[in-house]
């Protein structure tokens, strides 16, 4: 099977972003952010940085976590109040 081309694999990425940032039900929008982390190689692109950063701000519970957690993979500095708030919010859910 061959391995996917850089057009599909951006039509894939840009598929996953509309879902991520669409109003449609929470899971549809976990899973894409999920399948779009395994995909995205380091470092995110300013418009990926963005759209977690409005997800962490705007979002609850799972998605909240996932977004905080993808952009922990960036081990950016510049949010480490981000992951630090990330870290109490899981320690305090148990």
Known sequence: ???????TKNK?????QQEIT??????YRQYAL????KILTLPYDDYTTTMLLNLIISEKS???ASAINMLGNTKNE???DIYQKGALMITAIG
Do not use: E
């Open 78 to 80: 510049t949010y480490v």
């Open 62 to 64: 799972w998605l909240k």
């Open 22 to 27: 669409s109003n449609g039900y929470w899971r």
């Open 34 to 37: 999920v399948s779009l982390r």
């Open 12 to 16: 894939i990425i840009h598929a996953f």
């Open 1 to 7: 099977m061959p391995a996917t081309g850089p057009m």
